[in-house]
């Protein structure tokens, strides 16, 4: 069982991965405790997704830390690793679903997705092996939904998609930022700035998302098309939620939703980095991780 670690963007957001702030007692990163809850839950391979310039680094710290636990592999996100020719001044790669592409002749069995630089505690991990575990059908995805008031920071918005539910399949993505204002949860559309109001127990996407190697056939595809198509060759993104709402729509696969009791940590704002290295020590005092968790 696989768990992909979409890790190509911690370069950009932190300068590089010496700016990670260690979160855990011993240098610990954020993703080290994803890996730690993924292992524990029944999954025995990692494949990271980077930046080709960051291998070394990510190979002698994180890298060097897991891979006597668990198989490792690392796959480049390359932006000139393209279907067609496209002139671009563009410097960052094409988005999440060309990320997850990569890995399209190297994975051939069922698998989950992360980000790499967002915590997502051991229920989520436990629940998405055992939903991989059962899969019958290749076009069955899944996706584990955290209520969204365990996802917020009281330092600004986020980046979340709110989903839309129908007889406990996903019938839809609402990509928006979201924000806690006084007791309610304020949310704007990131694709026409639409305003709303949420409750703090509906379901949203924290890219945790679960897929047959089925996706791969729709990547490839629609990566084409994406790409035939572009109106801003050097901002537009390959979103991998914008491919599952297309193909929900068009019938062609089904997304279980999976929710979780577990809440989310995570580094959108500097100021976050106190709360998150004390959420962590306390579930080091409680027992829930060792101090020392590789050891």
Known sequence: MTLMILAAGMGSRFGGLKQIEPMGPNGEF??????????RAGFNKVVFIIKEEMY??????????????????????????????????????????????TAKNSIHENFAI?????????????????????????????????????????????????????DGKLNGIIESKIELKGDKIHCVALDNNNEFEILKDRLVNMNMILFTPKIFEYLERDFKEF????????????LLTNVIDKHIK?????????????????????????????????????????EKLWE
């Not at 954020?30 to 292992?39: E, K, L, T």
């Not at 006597?68 to 999440?96: A, H, M, S």
């Not at 790409?227 to 390959?238: G, R, S, T, V």
């Open 250 to 290: 068009n019938n062609d696969i089904t997304v279980d939703i999976i929710e979780t009791t577990s809440k989310w940590y995570g580094v959108t704002y500097k100021d976050d980095t106190p709360k998150v290295k004390e959420a962590i020590n306390n579930m080091v005092k409680n027992n829930k991780y060792k």
């Open 30 to 39: 954020i993703i080290d405790y994803s890996i730690f809850d993924a292992i």
């Open 56 to 101: 070394d680094e990510f190979k002698n710290t994180i890298g060097k830390r897991i891979e006597n636990y668990v198989e490792v592999e690392y796959l480049f996100q390359r932006l000139e690793d393209i279907p067609v020719n496209i002139e671009t001044k563009r410097n960052k790669p094409w988005g999440t679903a060309q990320a997850v592409l």
């Open 114 to 166: 992360i980000n790499a630089d967002d915590y997502y505690g051991r229920d989520s991990f436990v629940r998405a092996y055992n939903f991989l575990k059962e899969i019958k059908n290749d076009t069955s995805f899944g996706l584990i939904g955290y209520k969204a008031i365990n996802t917020i920071t009281e330092n600004g918005s986020v980046k979340r998609g709110i989903l839309e539910v129908k």
């Open 227 to 238: 790409l035939l198509n572009i109106k801003d060759k050097e901002n537009d993104e390959f």
